[in-house]
T-cell receptor
Framework: KQEVTQIPAALSVPEGENLVLNCSFT??????LQWFRQDPGKGLTSLLL?????REQTSGRLNASLDKSSGRSTLYIAASQPGDSATYLC??????FGTGTSLTVIP | DTGVSQNPRHKITKRGQNVTFRCDPI?????LYWYRQTLGQGPEFLTY????????KSRLLSDRFSAERPKGSFSTLEIQRTEQGDSAMYLC?????????????FGEGSWLTVV
C-alpha cells in the first residue's frame, strides 16, 4: 500500500513569505501527482497536476515539482496571502492522500 | 460545467438505519471516485468506476458499503446498518482519463452523523 507523508503537518507564516510544502511517497511509481487545497468543511479544490512525463507545473504564485526517483513532490507558494490559509493535500495516482499541511498566513 | 454535485450535503441518521448518498459527476467524465474523510485526515479511497464498471471495490470498508453507477452517469454510495464509526464526510470526485493526464475534481462532500 502506498503511504503518503506530508511535512510539515502545520505551518504558520507572516503574509508575504515564500514557503514550501513537502509530500513524499513510499512507492515512487507515480504517474499523476496532484495538489489540492481544502477549506474547513469543504471539498478539495485542485491546484496543480503533474503527469508522469513532467517534472513541474506552475499556476500563478504556485509551483509544484515532482522527483520520481525519490518519490517526493514540493509545492512552492510565493508571496503568501491570508487567503492562502487552508489545508494542502497531495495525492499520487488519485488513490492515496497524505494527511495534509495546515497553513495559516498571518496578516 | 456545474462541477461535481453531491446530495444530501448533510445527513443525520440513527444507528442501524441505511443511508444513500448520490453523486453527479462533471458531464462526460468517465471516472468517478468515492472517498471517506474523517477529521484531521486526508481522504481515504473507497472505490471507483470507469464508465459503469466498478474497477476497484476491495477498499470499501465493509460489506455494509456498496456503490453503483448505473449507465455510467450518476453514482450512489449506500451504507447499510449504520454504525457510529461511519460518521464522516463522504467525498465524490470525477475525472476524464486521457493521454494528457487525469485531473480529479471533488464535490463539496456529504456529511454523515450517526447518532
Amino acid at each position: 500500500k502506498q503511504e503518503v507523508t506530508q511535512i510539515p503537518a502545520a505551518l504558520s507564516v507572516p503574509e508575504g513569505e515564500n514557503l514550501v510544502l513537502n509530500c513524499s511517497f513510499t512507492d515512487s511509481a507515480i504517474y499523476n501527482l496532484q495538489w489540492f487545497r481544502q477549506d474547513p468543511g469543504k471539498g478539495l479544490t485542485s491546484l496543480l497536476l503533474i503527469q508522469s512525463s513532467q517534472r513541474e507545473q506552475t499556476s500563478g504564485r504556485l509551483n509544484a515539482s515532482l522527483d520520481k526517483s525519490s518519490g517526493r513532490s514540493t509545492l512552492y507558494i510565493a508571496a503568501s496571502q491570508p487567503g492562502d490559509s487552508a489545508t494542502y493535500l497531495c495525492t499520487g495516482n488519485q488513490f492515496y492522500f497524505g494527511t495534509g499541511t495546515s497553513l495559516t498566513v498571518i496578516p | 460545467d456545474t462541477g461535481v454535485s453531491q446530495n444530501p450535503r448533510h445527513k443525520i441518521t440513527k444507528r442501524g438505519q441505511n443511508v444513500t448518498f448520490r453523486c453527479d459527476p462533471i458531464s462526460e467524465h468517465n471516472r468517478l471516485y468515492w472517498y471517506r474523510q474523517t477529521l484531521g485526515q486526508g481522504p481515504e479511497f473507497l472505490t471507483y468506476f470507469q464508465n459503469e464498471a466498478q474497477l476497484e471495490k476491495s477498499r470499501l470498508l465493509s460489506d455494509r458499503f456498496s456503490a453503483e453507477r448505473p449507465k455510467g452517469s450518476f453514482s450512489t454510495l449506500e451504507i447499510q446498518r449504520t454504525e457510529q464509526g461511519d460518521s464522516a464526510m463522504y467525498l465524490c470526485a470525477s475525472s476524464y482519463l486521457s493521454g494528457s493526464g487525469n485531473t480529479i475534481y471533488f464535490g463539496e462532500g456529504s456529511w454523515l452523523t450517526v447518532v
